[in-house]
């Protein structure tokens, strides 16, 4: 056993993904001796770059694109602009259709408004409208709250009620982001891209399906300013970034570390117990970043949780879809016939492609919905080897393609990795309509990589679920899992509390701030105060 399992810690963090890494940094640079104990060899969680096809071409098999990490207050508070390079495309969403045409969002409005004209000129001027509000609300709500310990409702809407800015958000969370979507727009390309748009804020359409929209992400439709980046050579680098800065912090990390349990004692949390037998203790805390049923079912056990904790367990729910996803290695980038229309779409970081109508789209919902292979092939891409040209061999490409599915899809008895194979042809066949290149003169190797794998190796994806908790208005805000329990001293700092899952590592960030008040510590930083930043609107 490391030496390090024999040492007792101010306080123990398990799971080195983004989340415990953050944390861990503030902790052990605030003077606590911290041990993060992780189960596999490596560390990062779904921070994973991986050579799946062929030497040289860097996959990211989870996370890709990033949000507005590079400013984020963690990432400022531990110079990580240092150690980890972000890329922000001028060019953030394209959408090319069969008919030759194409609609691209970029980060400048007048640029984009001329591509939305081109469809609509009514949507056109809805966008203009619509945008002046979004800049505004984002940066000044949306982006500091996902930061920020969630107020009550009653708290954070009487504080928002009280500016035009705050009750015109207050308005957009009540609403269903389909339906705001689906009335402010005329065209269906305009509202398909649009979908797509908040989708990845951390949603599918099974989520902008609930009826109201607590975080009101909905917002991000209409800005521009703020948004998607990539870690430059592939996301595994803000992970290595993290754990440099948690290593020169003084903290300790252990990879291979098998919990049995959560050791608890006096009802609080005082260590865990490996399954060789062996006890770690922590003085001060516990903070796991597991999902909700690893740590309350699997190292706790629900005899030791009060019973209307354990009814909040049964009622915790994950999200209903999975990710197929296909990682290419290519000769060439994708290059599509709807250049001809707007060359800027072969440089754009996220693609949709598949769905040329409403009707499509909601095609593939109900299939999904109904544990069905959906018949309409639509998934997201995007040009990262022409964005940055380092996660591939020079003159060479790489990308990849992400199709929502359903954990166990009926396939009608037939073998699973035949399944994967054909299903992956598919992919590549519509591809191929949007981008002619797509041929398997064109492709070096391909690497498909679904639920039933990606299970396998981050079991903390529960049934399937890459965020760890569905985004649902039940579940996000005020409503989220919460990050302190009914044990003492033991905190959830994962993707199952506020902001919820993705790469954000607010969890993290704000959890740590929520300790050293607990601990009487002054925080050598300055957490971000929701009730303070609405006191500050105007």
Same mark, same amino acid.
């Given at each position: ?17 983004? $989340? ?82 194409? %609609? ?45 310990? /969630?107020?009550?409702? *009653? ?33 269906? $390309?305009?509202?398909?891209? &649009? ?26 439709? !209409? ?12 996301? @595994? ?8 800065? @948690? ?60 019973? *209307?904790?354990?009814?909040? %367990?049964?009622? &915790? ?6 990710? =197929? ?9 994708? #290059? =599509? ?8 779409? $072969? ?5 949709? %492609? ?10 593939? &919902? ?12 639509? &998934?997201?891409?995007? *040009? ?8 591939? /061999? ?31 042809? #598919? ?35 529960? $049934? ?16 989220? !899992? ?36 607990? %601990? ?17 609107? #105007?």
């Amino acid at each position: 056993m490391s030496q390090a399992l024999e040492r007792d810690y101010d306080g123990i963090i398990i799971g080195a993904g983004h $989340h415990g890494m953050v944390l861990g940094s503030y902790m052990a640079r605030a003077g606590l001796k911290i041990l993060l104990v992780e189960r596999r060899l490596t560390y990062g969680g779904g921070l994973s770059t991986q050579e799946v096809t062929k030497p040289g071409f860097y996959h990211n098999l989870h996370s890709i694109n990033h949000f507005n990490i590079s400013e984020s207050p963690w990432f400022r508070d531990f110079n990580l602009e240092d150690r980890v390079t972000y890329i922000t495309p001028r060019y953030e969403f394209g959408q090319p259709h069969l008919d030759g045409t194409a %609609l691209v969002f970029g980060r400048d409005l007048e640029e984009t408004l001329a591509n939305v004209a081109r469809f609509s000129k009514k949507d056109a001027a809805t966008f203009r409208e619509w945008n002046i509000k979004a800049e505004e609300i984002t940066q000044k709500i949306l982006l500091r709250e996902r930061y920020c310990e /969630p107020l009550s409702q *009653a708290e954070r809407e009487s504080l928002l009620a009280r500016t035009a800015i705050g009750r015109d958000f207050i308005e957009m969370t009540k609403r269903q982001p389909l339906d705001v979507v689906s009335k402010l727009f005329e065209n269906d $390309h305009v509202k398909l891209l &649009f979908l797509f748009k908040v989708s990845l804020f951390g949603t599918w359409l099974v989520d902008t399906l609930s009826k109201t929209s607590p975080m009101g992400s909905v917002i991000r439709a !209409f800005d521009l300013q703020s948004g998607y980046q990539l870690c430059q050579g592939g996301s @595994f680098n803000l992970a290595r970034g993290l754990m440099e800065t @948690f290593i020169a912090a003084g903290g300790t990390f252990v990879p291979q570390v098998a919990i049995s349990k959560i050791i608890i004692e006096d009802g609080k949390a005082t260590g865990i117990e490996l399954t060789n037998g062996k006890t770690v203790r922590a003085k001060q805390f516990v903070a796991s970043t597991l999902n909700v049923h690893q740590t309350f079912e699997d190292l706790i056990g629900r005899a030791q949780l009060p019973e *209307a904790f354990n009814k909040k %367990l049964d009622d &915790f729910q994950y999200t209903g879809w999975t990710l =197929f996803g296909v990682h290419f290695a290519l000769h060439e980038s994708p #290059r =599509f016939k709807a250049e001809a229309f707007d060359p800027n779409l $072969h440089r754009t970081l996220k693609w949709s %492609l598949g769905a040329e109508t409403m009707e499509d789209l909601m095609s593939a &919902f109900e299939d999904i919905k109904a544990n069905r292979v959906p018949s309409i092939v639509q &998934f997201g891409s995007g *040009a990262l080897s022409v964005i940055d040209p380092a996660n591939s /061999p020079a003159g060479k490409h790489n990308t990849y393609a992400w199709h929502a599915m359903p954990l166990n899809p009926d396939i009608g008895g037939k073998d699973y990795e035949a399944f994967k194979t054909e299903f992956a042809d #598919r992919i590549v066949e519509t591809f191929a309509r949007y981008a002619p290149n797509m041929t398997s003169k064109n492709i070096i190797a391909k690497h498909v990589y679904t639920a039933r794998e990606y299970t396998q190796e981050m079991v903390n994806m529960r $049934h399937g679920d890459i965020f760890m908790g569905a985004f649902s208005a039940q579940q996000v805000m005020y409503n989220h !899992f919460g990050y302190r329990s009914p044990v003492g001293n033991l905190y959830m700092a994962g993707s199952a509390v506020h902001p919820g899952g993705a790469i954000s590592g607010g969890a993290g960030y704000i959890t740590a701030g929520l300790i050293a008040g607990d %601990l009487g510590i002054k925080p050598w930083w300055t957490p971000w105060n929701a009730r303070e930043d609405m006191a500050r609107l #105007r």
